[in-house]
């Protein structure tokens, strides 16, 4: 008999893939992009732009999944997408998911 895999929770997953893609984007604008035009180190945007394409496909990957799981609205669905691009925003959708699935005090 095989033992089965625990699968996590697909809102677990999203939430650790949206904090991870946050930061990418935070490096790429306030790190690699300054590396960039201030210092001549073009391979620095190369190099974190490449990570934070593929984590942001990741990131739109969970959240279709989520609305396909978890019957997310299309509406909710935009919502990720669009804060996905805004500094900072991924990590202000985290906090209001996660005070929505904390259990009222």
């Known amino acids: 008999m095989r033992p089965t895999a625990v699968q996590p929770d697909p809102t677990r997953r999203f939430r650790k893939v949206a904090f991870v893609e946050g930061v990418s984007l935070l490096l790429l604008l306030f790190v690699a992009m300054p590396l960039k035009y201030a210092a001549d180190l073009p391979l620095a945007v190369r190099i974190v732009g490449s990570l ?7 990131y739109v990957y969970e959240a279709i999944d989520l609305r396909l799981t978890k019957q997310w609205t299309n509406v909710r669905l935009l919502v990720a997408l669009v804060v996905s691009s805004i500094p900072f925003a991924t990590f202000w959708f985290d906090a209001r998911l996660r005070r929505e699935l904390s259990p009222a005090t």
């Open 52 to 58: 934070h394409g593929a984590l942001f496909l990741w």
